[in-house]
Each structure stands twice: as C-alpha cells, then as structure tokens.
C-alpha cells in the first residue's frame, strides 16, 4: 500500500540554519503531496503541497519539489527561527478517497 | 472564525464510560474526516464521510461509530473506553476527496484512567 517515510527526528537546529527534512514515498498512481506543522498545542496547519511531477510547493520560506523520479518531497528553509519549531508531517493523498497518508513527522527545535 | 471546530479540547475519562467528540467545519466542504494521534505522534485515518455517506472506515473498533447529521458536521461517539482509547483525535474536513488538501481542527485529547 501507499506509504510515506519521514527522516528521524528530533532535529535540533540554531537561528537562521538551513534547514532540510527529508521525505520520500511510495504509491500507485500520481498522489498530491503535502507538508503539515503541527506547533504545540494545536492542530496541524497546511504548509505547502504539489499535485504534479515537478511542481514546487512555497509558503512561509519553505519550500519542496515534488520529485517523481526519486518519490521524493524534501523540505527546505534557508533560514530558520525560534518561531519555526514545531513537528513537521509530510502526507500524501491518492485515489479519490481523500485519505491522507502521514509519515511518522519530525520535530524541530530551533535554539536562539 | 474558527474553519473546523472540534468540541472538548480535553477529556479525561475513566474505563468503561461513553463519551462523545463533537466537530462542525463552516468551510462549506463537503468531506469530513475523524483521525487519531497516537502517543508518538503518528496520524491515522479512522472514518471519512462525503455528504452524509460513510466513505472509509479503517478498522476501527466497533465501539467507535461516526455520525453525520448533516455535511457541516460529524461527531464520534466512543462506547465502553479503554486505557489504548488515550489520542489525541482530529477532526478534518475537505472539498472533494480526489488529492486535495484537509483541513484540521485543533484536537481532542483524550485521557482515560
């Protein structure tokens, strides 16, 4: 079945670091693909999505290509802050369910 | 204006009670979801409903049932809790089910003892 694969987490990062956490997925089909946060407390927030081959999702700083060749959908900031700390979830969604597949997610800390 | 609105944040139970999770979403969508959280964060579907109709149901125990009264709302009912009942459950909802996006409310964290 679908799947997504998140890298380990916690990741523990000082201000303004680059940033990048990898996922990678397996479906049939042409799944769009998400990227959620989840800041404490709170329910996850949409951060950004593709819903093609080579499509490049933004919002925030953050970005992540949709990468069809090695099903993958990294994410990325150039320069991270205090305020970016949270668990970050990469998704999936194929077929015509809506269900979405998560990874597993991966913290974030970012230390001033 | 909340989107998805999910009702009690917290609910703290004991084993063996019944016990209710309200969601209304003013989004217009026509697609709800229920997902729970488990203790190490990872997200699972449980139910989705499109327009009233149970569309998925993922193995869930039948002392979980959905209802929908109408497209603006879904609310799970949860019978005879136990300890492995503790999550946190999303409601969500969406317009479409065809690789679109979901909207997530804030969570229910239930705790049973």
Redesign the interface.
């Given at each position: 079945g679908d799947s997504v694969t998140q890298m380990e987490g916690p990741v523990t990062l000082s201000e303004e670091a680059f940033l990048t956490i990898n996922c990678t997925y397996t479906a049939t089909g042409?799944?769009?693909l998400?990227w959620?946060v989840?800041y404490p407390g709170?329910?996850?927030?949409?951060l950004l999505?593709a819903?093609k081959a080579d499509d490049k999702g933004s919002n925030k700083g953050f970005e992540a290509t949709y990468r069809k060749e090695t099903t993958s959908f990294h994410l990325e900031k150039g320069s991270v802050q205090v305020s970016d700390s949270a668990?970050y979830?990469c998704a999936l969604?194929?077929?015509?369910?809506?269900?979405?597949i998560?990874g597993?997610?991966t913290t974030l800390q970012v230390k001033p | 204006d909340t989107a998805v609105s999910q009702t009690p944040k917290y609910l703290v139970t004991q084993m063996g009670n019944d016990k209710s999770i309200k969601c209304e979403q003013n989004l217009g969508h026509d697609t709800m979801y229920w997902y729970k959280q488990d203790s190490k964060k990872f997200l699972k579907i449980m139910f989705s409903y499109n327009n009233k109709e149970l569309i998925i149901n993922e193995t869930v125990p039948n002392r979980f049932s959905p209802k929908s009264p109408d497209k603006a709302h879904l609310n799970l009912h949860i019978n005879s809790l136990e300890l492995g009942d503790s999550a946190v459950y999303f409601c969500a909802s969406s317009q479409g089910r065809d690789r679109v996006e979901a909207f997530f409310g804030q969570g229910t964290r239930l705790t049973v003892v």
């Open positions: 042409y799944p769009s998400f959620y989840q709170e329910g996850l927030q949409l999505k819903t668990v979830f969604s194929s077929g015509n369910t809506g269900k979405l998560f597993q997610g | -």
